[in-house]
C-alpha cells in the first residue's frame, strides 16, 4: 500500500510541476504577443534569453538578440508594433523540464494565419525564449504558384545587387 501511495504522491507531483511549467510558458508567450502589440519594447525584450535568435518571414531576417533588439525598439519607438492573436498553441518539455518547446496559430488582422514555433529555457528560475521563428504557411494547393514568384523575386533582388557590386568595382578600381 505504502508503494502505491508513493507511486501516486511522485506521479501527482510531476503532473502539478508540468502543469506549472506549462502555465508559466504560455504566460511567457502571452506576454510576448501582449508586449509588442503595445509597442512595450523593454518588456518585450526581457522575455528572450542572451543567445536568443529570432527569425522573421523574410529569409534574411536571422537576429541574434541584440540585432532584433534594434530592429524592434526602432519600430516601438513609433508607438506601433504588431499584433497577432493566439488561435492554438502546442507546448512539450525536455524530461528534465528546463527547456520547452511549442508551436502555435496566430492571426493577424492584416494578414491572416501565421504560425510560430519555437524554444525557452530556464534562465535563474524564469522561463525565457531562446529561438522564435514567425513564418507565414502556404497552403499545399498554392506552393507551386508562390514558390515560383518567390524565385523570381529572389533572382530580381541578386541581379540587382550584382549591377551594384559591378558599379561599385568599376569606380574603386578607376
Same mark, same amino acid.
Given at each position: ?14 503532473? %502539478?510541476? !508540468?502543469? @506549472?511549467?506549462?502555465? *508559466? ?13 503595445? *509597442?512595450?519594447?523593454? =518588456? ?6 542572451? #543567445? *536568443? ?9 536571422? +537576429? &541574434?538578440?541584440?540585432? $532584433? @533588439?534594434?530592429? *524592434?525598439?526602432? @519600430? ?5 508594433? +504588431?499584433?497577432?492573436?493566439? =488561435? ?7 524530461? #528534465?523540464? @528546463?527547456?520547452? +518547446?511549442?508551436?502555435?496559430? /496566430?492571426? %493577424? =488582422? ?14 535563474? !528560475?524564469? +522561463? ?5 521563428? /514567425?513564418?507565414?504557411?502556404? &497552403?499545399? #494547393?498554392?506552393?507551386?504558384?508562390? %514558390? ?9 533582388? =541578386?541581379? %540587382?545587387?550584382?549591377?551594384? #557590386?559591378?558599379?561599385?568595382?568599376? $569606380?574603386?578600381? $578607376?
Amino acid at each position: 500500500m505504502r508503494k502505491y501511495l508513493l507511486l501516486i504522491l511522485l506521479f501527482s507531483t510531476n503532473y %502539478s510541476q !508540468n502543469i @506549472r511549467s506549462e502555465k *508559466a510558458v504560455n504566460k511567457v508567450l502571452n506576454n510576448l504577443h501582449l508586449y509588442a502589440s503595445q *509597442a512595450s519594447g523593454e =518588456k518585450y525584450i526581457d522575455l528572450f534569453s542572451e #543567445d *536568443a535568435v529570432f527569425f522573421g518571414t523574410d529569409i534574411s531576417e536571422r +537576429w &541574434p538578440k541584440e540585432e $532584433f @533588439r534594434t530592429y *524592434a525598439m526602432g @519600430r516601438f519607438k513609433s508607438g506601433v508594433g +504588431w499584433t497577432y492573436y493566439m =488561435k492554438e498553441r502546442n507546448i512539450f518539455f525536455s524530461d #528534465d523540464g @528546463r527547456t520547452a +518547446w511549442f508551436d502555435e496559430i /496566430l492571426i %493577424s =488582422k492584416k494578414y491572416g494565419e501565421f504560425r510560430g514555433t519555437g524554444a525557452l529555457k530556464m534562465v535563474k !528560475n524564469k +522561463w525565457k525564449i531562446t529561438q522564435y521563428n /514567425l513564418l507565414l504557411p502556404i &497552403p499545399n #494547393d498554392l506552393m507551386k504558384k508562390y %514558390s515560383e514568384e518567390i524565385k523570381e523575386y529572389y533572382k530580381k533582388i =541578386k541581379a %540587382s545587387k550584382n549591377e551594384k #557590386d559591378i558599379f561599385i568595382n568599376f $569606380f574603386i578600381y $578607376f
